[in-house]
Every structure is written in C-alpha cells, then in structure tokens.
C-alpha cells in the first residue's frame, strides 16, 4: 500500500480519528453494494473472443456484499446479471449471438490501496483490485447466415475467474462511489453457444455504483481509514498536552522567582551558596562540599558508583563444566541424579562458590512423549541440579533453572542417537 495520489486532506478531523491499534469492532467492516454498466465480450486483457469477432455492449448489473478484515483486505460476495453479444464470427455459417447471463456469483478477496498516505491525514479515494472464483448459468441464442435464430434450449453453466480493478470516491460519511473494470475469465468456449478451437470465452464488464457501509455512524469505514493518520494525531496531541504543561511550569516559576525578589533579605536568604555546589546554603544540609563535586537535591554528594566486576572465565572453568555435562546421568523418565553424576556436579558447586560464577542450566527432551511431558521433565531436571549445586553450597540466586521440552533438538529425533543427544542439560557459566 502507498500514499494517496488523489484528492486528499491535510486535515484531520476528530470524527476521524480512531485510536491507533484499536481493534476491528472500533470502524465498520460491512458494506453492500450496487452497481451497473456494461458488459462485452472485449476485454482490455487480450481484446475479443476469437469466435466472433465485433463485440456489442450490452447493460448488465449487480450488487455485492462485503467484510473488510483490515486495511487493506477484505473478502466480497459479488453478483451480476445482464447480457453479452457479438456478431463477425470466424464461422462463415454464423452471423450473431446474444447471450442472457442469468446469474454470476462469486467471492473474491478485495485489495484496498492508497488509503493509506505518510503525508496526507485523509485520502478521499481508495484503488482496489479484486479476484476470486465464481459459478455462471447463462443461454445463449445466435443468429446463423441464413438469418434464422437458433436457442439452445438450455442453460449452461460455467466457473470462472473474475479479476478486476477499479477505485471508491468518499462522497459521505459511510457512502462511497464505485467505478470499476471486472474481466470474468470462462472455463468454457460456449458463451456465445459455440465452440471454436477449445478457447475459452471471457467478457468484461465496465460498472459504476453506490457503496453503503453498515453499523453506527459513529464509526469510520475500515477500508477508508488511514491508520498513519490517526498515529500522527495522537503524537501531535500528545505533544501539545506536553507543552502546555511546560507553559504551565514555566508560569508558576516565573510567578515563584517574582515572589522570591519582593524581599532582599529573602532572596539573599534562597540564593546564597557558599560552596557553589548549586544547591543554596537555605537547604543544603552538607555545606563545604569539596568544589566539582556532584552532590542531590539537599547538597549531599552523590555516592561514586563501584567500578564493574569482570568476570574471567578460563579453559580450566570450562572444562569443569564439560565434564559436568558429560558425566550427568538421570533415572529413566525421571529427574533423579545419578549417584555417576556427583562428583563432578561437586566440582561445579566448588568452581561457583570459589569464583562467584554464575550458571544457566537449560534442560532439553527427546519428542518422545507430550509436550507437555517432556517440558515438564526437562524443567525439573533443570531443577533437581540446581538443588544439589545449592544443597552443595552454590548460590542460590547465581543459579536459574530453565525448561525448553523439545522445543531446540540438536539432532535428528527419528534415531536412537538423535535423540540420546535431544536428552541433554546445558550448562552456560557467566
């Protein structure tokens, strides 16, 4: 979707405005409407059916109901009844043929473009284009050299594929002016009731027509809104709301510091500042600071923050870990440590307490089970050895214990292996 390239407005007024991220029920997302024009066996995609060759325009009409799903999409159930007619045809033994299109349904996903603009608050019209799949039923009657008039006795019916594009002009609030141009592409070369080399017949159908949106009328149409618009209104607001508090704080400070110079004595009493730490001698509760220190509000300097721990990890540190991992075993679809395991989760309890480390340990499954299963087996695996690094003498908030299930294998799960690799606790010191 890009910015307006018609009619548009600079702008925004507040029956227009819709809060930004508001949900859907907020606009109206239903419309019906009506329409009607012309139909021909011409079409703007590849010109006329190859079966005759003069195409007649003929009335045609219809309407259509339509649920916008967002800003630009909407799905819309089309109708449309009229007749299609030609004469030229490549078959000498023809002359003409008409054809009454009894009905034609369709739905078609609606792609609404140019309502929404960077630089315009309100654009008064919006392109779309269209397509779908529908189901025709249609008679043709035509006219052979001889002059006679041959019906064929029956309906036919047809699916097609109707692809269209077109433009709505925002006459009202919730009333739209429709032009558009709709080509229905035939699954079948019998619409002028004749069959020439297997191609298929299509007609195009230039309309005009009303669209009417439903719901309140408090309410802006979905597919006019121009959700930038209503961003920019409320930064705009927001930022007037803000300076008018400014404004306001500047007055009341204007008005204090005209208060304060009524009196000498009081002006000398809040001004004075022996020490030039900028907070008056009146409230500062430590006079005599040092010069360039920075102090609070009451004239107390701020506390220096402690310089960053760094901590150093060496080879050593990590091999302990490794060990750790490669070591640990549990009882089969439990969370119980193996007695294998434990002496080298004590060096890892040693290495936390000695080094002021701390540990993630993240604990992984196999698919085999539920999800819900297998995440909870690997949270309290995670957890059972966070409770023996602490029961070892580990700190306790240095340690978090983390469940993924088996939601980040490492390997295939369709083998033993894969999933002997899937069945793991990772450790990650820092």
């Known amino acids: 979707m890009g910015s307006g390239v018609f009619a548009q407005s600079n702008e925004l007024k507040q029956e227009d405005y819709v809060q930004p991220f508001s949900p859907v029920s907020s606009f109206r997302t239903w419309s019906i409407g009506v329409h009607a024009g012309l139909l ?49 045809p490549a078959d000498p033994a023809f002359k003409s043929y008409r054809t009454d299109l009894n009905w034609a349904v369709d739905l078609a996903a609606n792609w609404t473009f140019g309502n929404i603009s960077w630089r315009n608050n309100q654009n008064a019209i919006q392109m779309y284009a269209t397509a779908g799949v529908g189901y025709s039923s249609y008679r043709p009657t035509f006219v052979v050299a001889n002059g006679t008039t041959i019906d064929v006795g029956h309906d036919i019916r047809s699916a097609y594929i109707p692809v269209g594009v077109g433009f709505k002009v925002n006459v009202a609030k919730g009333v739209n002016i429709d032009l558009g141009y709709q080509v229905n592409f035939l699954d079948a070369d019998n619409l002028d009731g004749y069959n020439l080399n297997g191609n298929n017949d299509k007609y195009g159908y230039a309309h005009a027509g009303l669209e009417f949106s439903l719901g309140s009328k408090d309410k802006k149409q979905l597919a006019a809104h121009n959700p930038v618009s209503s961003m920019r209104y409320e930064y705009l607001s927001e930022q007037r709301r803000l300076q008018s508090e400014i404004n306001a704080q500047k007055a009341s400070n204007d008005q204090l510091r005209s208060d304060l110079a009524t009196t000498n004595a009081n002006l000398a009493k809040f001004s004075a500042d022996a020490d030039g730490d900028g907070v008056p001698d009146f409230f500062d509760k430590c006079p005599g600071t040092p010069s360039g220190t920075k102090v609070d509000g009451s004239g107390c300097p701020l506390p220096v923050a402690a310089a960053p721990q760094v901590t150093i990890i060496t080879e050593e540190d990590r091999r302990v870990v490794r060990d750790a991992i490669k070591n640990l075993e549990f009882d089969f679809g439990k969370a119980t440590i193996r007695a294998k395991s434990f002496p080298s989760l004590d060096r890892v309890a040693s290495l936390l307490m000695n080094k002021n480390f701390s540990l993630k340990l993240a604990g992984h499954t196999d698919n085999v089970g539920s999800d819900a299963a297998n995440l909870g087996l690997s949270k309290d695996r995670a957890e059972s050895i966070k409770a023996y690094l602490v029961d070892k003498g580990a700190n306790a908030s240095r340690v978090e214990a983390t469940g993924y299930g088996e939601s980040q294998p490492i390997a295939t799960n369709k083998t033993a292996a894969g999933r002997q690799q899937n069945r793991r606790v990772e450790f990650t010191l820092y």
């Open 40 to 88: 021909n066996p011409y079409t703007f995609f590849s010109g006329h059916n190859s079966d005759f060759k003069n195409p007649n325009s003929k009335v045609g009409y219809g309407m259509y109901i339509k649920k916008q799903l967002s800003t630009g999409w909407g799905l819309q159930l089309n109708g449309l009844r009229g007749q299609v007619a030609g004469n030229g």
